[in-house]
């Protein structure tokens, strides 16, 4: 019996090293390690291992059985009567149990809490149906979308630009000579300008997130940065400018802060424009 054991010992290492070949590098060896089976009872180790070392058990053991192959009901007595304590088998490492690939950020990391809240997985676009859930087709299809808006976000700002000029051109006239036919174009241009620069600054703001927004300086935070100052200046010139008293004797200095407020914003706007294009 004990030449037996030593045979037995034998084959299944032998087994093992067949294991090994066949791309099982992760298997483990140890003197009484447990065999990691399935529920429905096939045996981790590869199919070779299975059948050799089941085909070498049973013939020199009898009633040998490779654990989860056959019932193993009357394993204790077999085992018993044979001298066999336990039988040696072998154990697949938990590393060896490929993980399921990392989902692919489709969103960048610093995304802005607004942008979140237009463009997340639960944001207002998604919720209502205007945008289709989050998946790395659908985030293709935005960014292509995104590039349309920020050129037409580049192009808006230029057609601003020039309507900006022309407000501020019959705005100095109208200071210069005190024309009606100078005001009412100042007043028109001013109507044009307010709706342009709302549309341009609307095609950039509600553009799809990029996939990567990188933290460093560079020609688009100096655009954003002057963007901000260029929005006071929209807000606060045209309310300097209905607050002027054409009866009182303050007009001239009213009209003096108004223009005063124009000039700023035009070439703060005009600054960021060069930037993000040049």
């Known amino acids: 019996m004990t030449i037996h054991r030593i045979v037995l010992s034998l084959g299944l290492g032998f087994a093992g090293v067949l294991c090994a070949f066949s791309g099982e590098e992760n298997v483990t060896r140890a003197a009484t390690p447990a065999l990691s089976v399935g529920s429905s009872g096939d045996a981790a180790a590869p199919d070779i291992c299975v059948r050799f070392g089941s085909l070498l058990g049973t013939s020199l053991v009898p009633g040998f059985a490779w654990p989860g192959e056959l019932d193993t009901s009357g394993r204790d007595s077999v085992l018993a009567a ?14 060896s149990i490929p993980s399921a690939p990392p989902r692919p950020r489709l969103l960048p990391v610093n995304i802005s809490f607004f942008e979140r809240a237009m463009w997340g997985e639960s944001g207002f676009f998604r919720s209502t149906g205007i945008a289709s ?18 050129t037409m976000h580049q192009i808006g700002g230029f057609v601003t630009l ?4 022309t407000t501020v051109y ?15 174009m100042h007043q028109t241009f001013v109507a044009a300008t307010i709706a342009s620069y709302a549309a341009t600054g609307l095609l950039a703001i509600l553009s799809p997130p990029p996939v990567i927004r990188r933290d460093e300086i560079s020609t688009t935070t100096i655009h954003k940065t002057l963007a901000w100052l260029h929005v006071a200046g929209m807000i606060i010139t045209p309310i300097l400018g209905a607050s002027i008293n054409r009866r009182g004797g303050s007009f001239n200095s009213q009209a003096h802060f108004h223009q005063v407020s124009a000039y700023i914003t035009t070439a703060v706007f005009a600054a960021s424009m060069i930037i993000i294009t040049f």
């Open 82 to 95: 044979n001298g066999v304590d336990e039988l040696p088998t072998l154990s697949l490492a938990q590393d």
């Open 170 to 184: 019959y705005g100095q006239r109208y200071l210069d000579r005190a024309d009606r036919t100078d005001r009412n």
């Open 162 to 165: 020039a309507l900006m000029g």
């Open 133 to 150: 859930p989050l998946t790395p087709e659908v985030r293709k299809s935005e960014l292509s979308v995104r590039r349309t808006m920020l």
